[in-house]
Nanobody, 127 residues
Framework: QVQLVESGGGSVQAGGSLRLSCAVS????????MAWFRQAPGKEREGVAL??????????DYADSVKGRFTISQDNAKNILYLQMGSLKPEDTAMYYC??????????????????WGQGTQVTVSS
């Protein structure tokens, strides 16, 4: 059974930084398709960052709104997915969720369906 548990959210002033963590169990990190999504009140869920891992090689992708400010990474030894967020803006305020897609499914992208989700962690950025 795949379980994802986020942590690291909180309140920060604009321009600040936060690092989100997602502890993952029951999922193979050596062949992975994982991502961070966010949803603000009254808005649709948005794919923020993606990491596609094949053993020691990984590819990443980011939403235009966070490119150059956010970095997604994974620790294969600890089974943890990270999202390092910098230069935070008030519009980054949202509930952030980590998600995983079965490696048995074709393709990996923010537009794909992810079958496993965490419970979310709140990020609030004040101006």
């Amino acid at each position: 059974q795949v379980q994802l548990v986020e942590s690291g959210g909180g309140s920060v002033q604009a321009g600040g930084s936060l690092r989100l963590s997602c502890a993952v169990s029951g999922y193979t990190f050596s062949r992975s398709c994982m991502a961070w999504f966010r949803q603000a009140p009254g808005k649709e869920r948005e794919g923020v960052a993606l990491i596609y891992g094949r053993y020691s090689v990984s590819d990443t992708d980011y939403a235009d709104s966070v490119k150059g400010r956010f970095t997604i990474s994974q620790d294969n030894a600890k089974n943890i997915l990270y999202l390092q967020m910098g230069s935070l803006k008030p519009e980054d305020t949202a509930m952030y969720y980590c998600a995983a897609r079965s490696a048995a499914l074709p393709g990996c992208g923010l537009e794909r369906n992810f079958g496993y989700w965490g419970q979310g962690t709140q990020v609030t950025v004040s101006s």
